[in-house]
Nanobody, 127 residues
Framework: QVQLVESGGGLVQAGGSLRLSCAAS????????MGWFRQAPGKERGFVAA????????DYADSVKGRFTISRDNAKNTVYLQMNSLKPEDTAVYYC????????????????????WGQGTQVTVSS
C-alpha cells in the first residue's frame, strides 16, 4: 500500500510559479511510475505529467509542455511538479498518482493505469 500526500498548492497570479510536492510512503518509491493529473470544476480529470521509474523518461500534456516540469527525489520519496508561466486555465485540483513500474522507462498517461492517488491540492491562477 502506498499513501500519497500532495502539498504546495495555492493562489497565484497569471505568469507566476508554484511547485507542488507529493510525498509517498513505502520503501520502493524508486520503482513506481509517478503521475500528476488535474481536475477543474465541471471537467474530467486529465493528464498533466508522468515520470518513469527508470530511464529518466517523462511525458507531458501538450497544454503544459515547456511550462511544467516533473521531477523526483527518490531519497526523499517525493515527486515534484514545477509549474511556471501559470495561466488561469491551469486552475484545478492537482492530484499525484503512483503505480508499480514493470517496464524500464515506461510512462503512463492514462489515469486508469494508476493504483494509488493522493487527496489533491488546489491551484488557483488569477488573471
Amino acid at each position: 500500500q502506498v499513501q500519497l500526500v500532495e502539498s504546495g498548492g495555492g493562489l497565484v497570479q497569471a505568469g507566476g510559479s508554484l511547485r507542488l510536492s507529493c510525498a509517498a510512503s513505502g520503501r520502493t518509491f524508486s520503482r513506481y511510475v509517478m503521475g500528476w493529473f488535474r481536475q477543474a470544476p465541471g471537467k474530467e480529470r486529465g493528464f498533466v505529467a508522468a515520470d518513469s521509474w527508470s530511464g529518466g523518461n517523462t511525458d507531458y500534456a501538450d497544454s503544459v509542455k515547456g511550462r511544467f516540469t516533473i521531477s523526483r527525489d527518490n531519497a526523499k520519496n517525493t515527486v515534484y511538479l514545477q509549474m511556471n508561466s501559470l495561466k488561469p486555465e491551469d486552475t484545478a485540483v492537482y492530484y499525484c498518482a503512483a503505480r508499480p513500474g514493470h517496464v524500464p522507462g515506461q510512462v503512463v498517461a492514462d489515469s486508469r493505469g494508476y493504483d494509488y492517488w493522493g487527496q489533491g491540492t488546489q491551484v488557483t491562477v488569477s488573471s
